[in-house]
């Protein structure tokens, strides 16, 4: 009798075993399922396969010639390079000048200027065609460099500037008459702070209010408090959105160790909101609304433009919908759903993402504009996920501080731009914001495509992505071409043009036609020029031939041993 119960015993030991491993196993399924197919999808393959990236560039020859053109393309390719390098020196020589005193010294220079185009490429055009990276001024909608030359700025300062650089001097003027008094104590609140919260937990929707002092900041306390109330480990983010660059949301290339409490999940995906409703350990999901321009793509630049596959579409009600299907689902399983509006953030609208598509969030992070352009990071959050601590637990918290936190100059500037939101010059600004922005492209496309130019816009609002429609390995040079025609771009070249809302019709004008006259400088040269062969797959094909070349090349074989 004994040994039945016993056998009995184990045999349903083996079968719970067994139902746990296929528990375990449809689990994985769904995971893994709900990934996106490319490398962005699969963080830890994008990391060892980068890892695998060999380096080696073209010489002087190959560098004209990467596509092989006839002599006749490659002669005007060399001869226009001459040209716009010699341009670069003889307009830009004091910005030139300062920006390589100093490049040895400032480590974010020398990534930037090594990363600007692809790294085949990327030395020659170091040597011979350098970026500088001082300015002396702003005014309107345009910068100049130390040389005086003026720049319509598309650059937007990574976001920041969404009113026009004017607007952000007279909040920061106006800030330190206000503050002045107080000055620089820190630990106490001035009195803004009191009306700063009030402002934004109206515009926000929220109950209560945090600030740091940087978007990245702002995204880390919302996961942890994220963990700390539902009491689960992971964040969910979505394939190609970008964070900020801490460990938990970069879990790919740029982080050294991967990140084990990080799902990557295909965004717009039934697969995905699968995923969200069946495991227990999803404590939030993090969501950039700047996705809706480019959905698991990752935040274009020209450093990895080495064919013109690069695509971008804007589908509001499409995006809307899925907002929709991921609140329910996060709102059905107890997940803080977290709107990353770091970036957006007051240009969509003034309430944001979540007036912007309808869709309400359990935490928002703010950044950038926010602070009247000064560093800055604000949560706004529903009160039950705000709270740092447990009523019946006190030794259990959720600890964030920060030295220069509620800063009383950067409050202040803050109060500015807040203030400044409820003025009818800029409440004019956002009426048919969309409309505005989406005819400007428009006309654009058009005189391109009726000029015959290989290259179109995409925009979310005021926000645009540059792409190709033809086949070529030479498309990143069309940042030199902009820059040369009075166009101030961010180091990531035409993967982003960000404009300030208070760009004229007259001003932008100036821009589509300096835009359209580069466009034409670039295809007179040579750069486009049109290999009938030509495609996007044979051109990554190339490259991959070339990779796989020079691991087996006999120089690389004896360094390596050596």
């Given amino acids: 009798m004994e040994l039945a119960t016993t056998t009995a015993a184990l045999y349903s030991m083996g079968a719970l075993a067994v139902a746990a491993s296929a528990v ?23 990391r060892r396969v980068a890892a695998l990236v ?22 005007q390719r060399r001869a226009d390079f001459t040209r716009l390098a010699d341009l670069y020196r003889t307009q830009y020589p004091r910005t030139l000048e300062l920006t390589a005193e100093v490049t040895d010294l400032i480590s974010d220079l020398q990534f930037t200027a090594s990363y600007r185009v692809p790294f085949q490429f990327s030395r020659f055009v170091r040597d011979h065609l350098p970026i500088g990276a001082f300015l002396e001024s702003s005014s309107g909608v345009t910068t100049t460099d130390l040389d005086g030359n003026a720049f319509y700025d598309l650059t937007g300062s990574y976001g920041v500037n969404l009113f026009g650089y004017d607007f952000y001097k007279e909040c920061i003027d106006r800030a330190q008459e206000r503050v002045r008094a107080l000055g620089p104590v820190l630990g106490f609140y001035h009195p803004v702070v009191a009306d700063n919260v009030r402002r934004l937990a109206r515009l926000s929707g929220m109950d209560e209010v945090s600030f740091h002092m940087s978007g990245t900041e702002a995204v880390m306390q919302a996961v942890r408090l994220a963990r700390f109330h539902t009491k689960r480990s992971h964040l969910v983010r979505f394939c190609g959105a970008y964070h900020g660059w ?19 999940l295909k965004e717009m995906s039934e697969d995905s909101l699968r995923v969200l409703r069946n495991r227990r350990d999803i404590a939030c999901v993090l969501v950039n609304p700047l996705q809706a321009l480019h959905p698991n793509g990752s935040a274009p630049g020209d450093s990895t433009l080495l064919d013109s596959a690069r695509r971008a579409h804007f589908d509001k009600a499409a995006y809307a919908d899925w907002l929709k299907r991921l609140r329910a689902v996060c709102t059905e399983r107890g997940i803080v759903l977290i709107f990353d509006e770091v970036f957006v953030g007051f240009r969509l609208a003034l309430g944001g993402a979540q007036e912007y598509f309808g869709v309400a969030a359990d935490i928002v992070t703010y950044g950038k504009s926010l602070g009247g352009g000064l560093p800055v990071g604000a949560v706004c959050g529903r009160a039950h996920l705000m709270k740092r601590y447990r009523e019946d637990r006190p030794a259990d918290i959720c600890f ?26 800029i409440l004019a600004l956002y009426r048919d ?8 492209a428009e006309r654009l496309n058009q005189r391109l495509r009726d000029a015959g130019l290989p290259v179109q816009v995409a925009n979310l609002s005021s926000i645009w992505l540059v792409y190709y429609t033809r086949p070529s390995a030479y498309n990143w040079m069309f940042q030199y071409y902009l820059r040369a025609e009075g166009l101030a771009l961010s180091w990531v070249g035409t993967g982003r043009l960000i404009f300030s809302l208070n760009y004229t019709d007259a001003d932008f004008a100036a821009v589509a036609d300096r835009f359209v006259a ?23 094909r190339r490259v991959l031939r070339e990779m796989i070349a020079h691991w087996l090349s006999p120089s690389r074989t004896r360094r390596a041993s050596a």
């Fill in 518 to 540: 580069a466009a034409e400088a670039m295809q007179q040269s040579g750069w486009w020029w049109e290999n009938p062969l030509a495609t996007n797959k044979n051109i990554k």
């Fill in 433 to 440: 914001l969309d409309e505005l922005w989406d005819r400007r």
């Fill in 400 to 425: 964030a501080r920060g030295t220069f936190n509620s800063h009383p100059y950067v409050m202040a500037a803050m109060n500015e731009f807040l203030r400044r939101l409820e003025k009818p010059a």
């Fill in 246 to 264: 801490w460990g938990d949301v970069q879990p790919g290339v740029g982080n050294p160790l991967p990140a084990d409490e990080t799902y990557t």
């Fill in 54 to 75: 060999p380096f080696y560039e073209y010489d002087e020859a190959r560098f004209f010639n990467a596509d092989g053109a006839p002599d006749a393309v490659v002669a």
């Fill in 24 to 46: 375990g196993v449809k689990s994985r399924l769904e995971l893994s399922k709900a990934k996106h197919a490319s490398l962005g999808g699969h963080p830890r393959i994008a």
